[in-house]
């Protein structure tokens, strides 16, 4: 299974832009780039997902590169209830999520 | 639309006693998954079932671990005998299907101490 890269933390000021990393240079072709993220005392919920190209929803962005090898999630105005631990996963026709330690996402006031 | 059910939300239990864990996954969805999340790590497969069929195993510890989704709806994960080293959060989650596409819905988690 691909690995994936992310910064352990990150800070951000309150309605500023937050924009999380994430390397995965042995993807392979029919992976999904999922994102998901969990909230102090909660199970993860699911961010946004991409196979090739950017993708947009009601939470974040989602932009990947040209060769797949990396990854970023947008948050486009952070806001206290955003602070979470954020991870980068990839996935194969199975769904099969393995977790990484994430990023740890601190939203300052 | 009421999301993953889990219970307990907290367990305390002496070691070497047995427990158990309960999820009611979203109507509809076929596939659950248990995972186990310790502290400061992401969560970790611990099996997946399609329908009742467990599909994905090779991850439960089944010298002491067992699950079973009887009915293909609802699933136990049992613990027995539990160890210090189990102390742990075990969430359940449940998608549509097993596919590189669906998103998985998780429940809150049950924390599992073992004294």
């Known amino acids: 299974d691909a690995k994936t890269t992310q910064p352990n933390s990150m800070e951000s000021n309150e309605e500023e832009p937050v924009h999380l990393p994430c390397n995965h240079s042995t993807i392979s072709g029919t992976d999904y780039i999922h994102w998901y993220r969990q909230l102090p005392s909660q199970g993860p919920e699911y961010v946004i997902h991409g196979l090739t190209s950017n993708v947009n929803n009601r939470m974040a962005s989602l932009a990947i590169a040209e060769d797949r090898k990396s990854s970023t999630l947008i948050l486009h105005r952070a806001t206290l209830r955003d602070a979470a631990v954020y991870y980068c996963i990839l996935s194969g026709a199975t769904n099969k999520l393995i977790f990484g330690t994430g990023t740890l996402l601190a939203v300052q006031p | 639309e009421a999301g993953v059910v889990q219970s307990p939300r907290y367990k305390i239990i002496e070691k070497k006693q047995p427990v158990a864990f309960w999820c009611n996954p979203i109507s509809g969805h076929n596939t659950l998954y248990w995972y186990l999340q310790n502290l400061g790590q992401g969560p970790e497969l611990l099996i997946r079932y399609e329908n009742e069929e467990a599909v994905d195993d090779s991850q439960l510890p089944k010298d002491r671990f067992s699950a079973e989704r009887l009915k293909g709806v609802d699933s136990t994960l049992k613990i027995q005998p539990a160890e210090l080293g189990d102390s742990a959060v075990y969430l359940c989650?449940?998608?549509?299907?097993?596919?590189?596409?669906?998103?998985?819905?998780f429940g809150p988690g049950t924390r599992l101490t073992v004294l």
């Open positions: 989650a449940s998608s549509l299907a097993g596919t590189g596409y669906n998103e998985q819905f």
